[in-house]
């Protein structure tokens, strides 16, 4: 069974508005860092100052999950390659020609979260590698379309799925898209899938999802680093992720990441 989905109302989702915002501009700003030499851990200085100057409280430095039992100990998520998610900065992590680099932020503002990644190619890419950033960012815009009352979560797992699998790639199970509000992690749980052993809840007014295709290359099979966070590809074949909130308004998809 699922738990209860938290609706907001208008106020609620106008402050969730702001922490969207800001993520979004501090996405432009680090994807525009992005080049060749560049080290992950300048862009989580940078993305750590703009917070602070935003009076903002970073959403992953500090959260605990149980899988690694342990304190996630940034701001940013870059997960670069075969990385899937939760790769962390590092100053010996020098970004080269030919690499994709996911940058996934969130951030708290006036009580409520807002959470949205995307994946920025460094210099020039394969084009495998091009099709892989564009059929994950496109799956993600038409799940996105979706996200309307009266229509139900599996509508946006299936989405998500068949673009991904009808273009040749795969999606990761073990992780999942969330409910977002005052916790980063809400009812209900996003999968990039549809199982009809989960719950297919209807989507209602006030809702407010964070949907992130996480989507290999290769095969599905995804497994952790020795860090017990970096979530990498079995077969060492190329990830790519992109995240955005949107809340369910009655004018339909409200993205709330992005202007
Ligand atoms: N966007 C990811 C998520 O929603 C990032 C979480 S990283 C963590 O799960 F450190 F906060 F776990
Ligand atoms: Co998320």
Not at 48 to 61: I, L, N, S, T, V
Not at 111 to 117: N, P, Q, R, V
Not at 201 to 219: H, K
Request: hydrophobic fraction near 35%; glycine fraction near 10%; proline fraction near 4%.
């Amino acid at each position: 069974m699922g738990g209860m989905i938290i609706r907001k109302n208008t106020a609620e989702l106008e402050r969730m508005r702001r922490s969207g915002l800001l993520v979004w501009q501090i996405l432009q700003d680090l994807a525009k860092m992005v080049q060749e030499g560049v080290n992950t851990q300048e862009l989580e200085a940078a993305a750590e100052k703009m917070m602070k100057d935003a009076g903002a409280k970073p959403a992953f430095k500090g959260y605990y999950t149980q899988a690694a039992g342990s304190k996630y100990p940034y701001v940013l998520c870059t997960s670069v390659n075969d990385e899937i998610v939760h790769g962390m900065p590092s100053g010996k992590r020098k970004l080269k020609k030919g690499d994709i680099v996911s940058i996934d932020t969130g951030v708290q503002l006036n009580g409520y979260f807002g959470d949205s990644a995307l994946t920025v190619p460094v210099g020039e890419i394969s084009e495998e590698t091009e099709k892989l950033l564009r059929i994950t960012k496109e799956a993600l815009e038409l799940a996105i379309d979706k996200v309307r009352s009266g229509n139900r979560l599996f509508d946006i797992c299936g989405t998500v799925q068949k673009h991904v699998e009808d273009n040749g790639f795969s999606i990761v199970r073990e992780m999942v898209g969330h409910g977002i509000g005052t916790e980063l992690h809400e009812e209900p749980q996003v999968p990039n899938y549809v199982d009809r052993r989960n719950e297919n809840p209807r989507l209602r007014e006030g809702m407010v999802l964070a949907i992130e295709p996480m989507v290999n290359a290769g095969g599905p099979d995804m497994q952790t680093r020795a860090d017990k966070w970096t979530a990498v590809t079995k077969d060492g074949k190329y990830s790519a992720h992109f995240e955005h909130t949107v809340a369910v308004t009655s004018n339909g998809p409200w993205v709330l990441t992005r202007p």
